[in-house]
């Protein structure tokens, strides 16, 4: 089946960075986008943006644009967000997922499990 | 940015009773070129990721429950939830996909009464 498998929970420190994968199994890695949204108890779901596997194309939303890279190793089949620049406000659940419907940005299905990223000193 | 509001935070029902949330986007989410409403509607149980139920405003993903159905145009959008299942428990998500940045809705968190 279609499924999304992300990488284990990270602890880091204030002024660090993150890289998480996302490896794809069960369809064509290079025919979906793969998105990136995050979870706080305080901002709920929040979109950080997009990533085009087959070229490489990407979108990022405003809030994170120069503080986040968003790349694919096709020939493993996964999806990567680097985070620089880490505060405590940046703890947080990552998720992939693939957009589905075509194009970059539409509705998510399926979603990764998540990747628990704790900011502190 | 468009901004989602959901409401109402929480709703308590009983079982094989109706829930209802509604969601309400800052700006219409109606593409006139192809008469369609950009929003989408997930289930997320403790412990796991948002999963996919509706999207397109009112076409239920396959696999989805008939009880599951979503309903609106424009601005105002609800969900409805017919005959409430113990399974049912969960927080739901509006999603607008008409322009980037994407947005959600704040949750519903929906319980048993």
């Known amino acids: 089946q279609v499924q999304l498998v992300q990488s284990g929970a990270e602890v880091k420190k204030p002024g660090a960075s993150v890289k998480v994968s996302c490896k794809a199994s069960g369809y064509t890695f290079t025919s979906y986008d793969i998105n990136w949204v995050r979870q706080t108890t305080g901002q709920g779901l929040e979109w950080m943006g997009w990533?085009?596997?087959?070229?490489?194309?990407?979108g990022y939303a405003q809030k994170f644009q120069g503080r986040v890279t968003m790349t694919s190793d096709i020939s493993i089949r996964t999806a990567y967000m680097e985070l620089s620049s880490l505060t405590p406000e940046d703890t947080a659940l990552y998720y992939c997922?693939?957009?589905?419907?075509?194009?970059?940005?539409?509705?998510?299905?399926?979603w990764g499990q998540g990747t628990l990223v704790t900011v502190s000193s | 940015d468009i901004v989602m509001t959901q409401s109402p935070d929480s709703l308590a029902v009983s079982l094989g009773e109706r829930a209802t949330i509604h969601c309400k986007s800052s700006q219409s989410i109606l593409y006139s070129s192809d008469n369609k409403n950009y929003l989408a509607w997930y289930q997320q149980k403790p412990g796991h990721p948002p999963n996919l139920l509706i999207y397109?405003?009112?076409t239920r993903e396959s696999g989805v429950p008939d009880r599951f159905s979503g309903s609106g145009s424009g601005t105002d959008f609800t969900l409805t939830i017919s005959g409430l299942q113990a399974e049912d428990v969960a927080v739901y998500y509006c999603?607008?996909?008409?322009?980037?940045?994407?947005?959600f809705g704040g949750g519903t968190k929906v319980e048993i009464k």
């Open positions: 990533m085009n596997p087959n070229s490489g194309n990407t």
């Open positions: 397109w405003a009112s």
């Open positions: 999603q607008q996909y008409y322009s980037t940045p994407l947005t």
């Open positions: 997922a693939r957009a589905s419907g075509g194009g970059c940005c539409n509705w998510f299905d399926p």
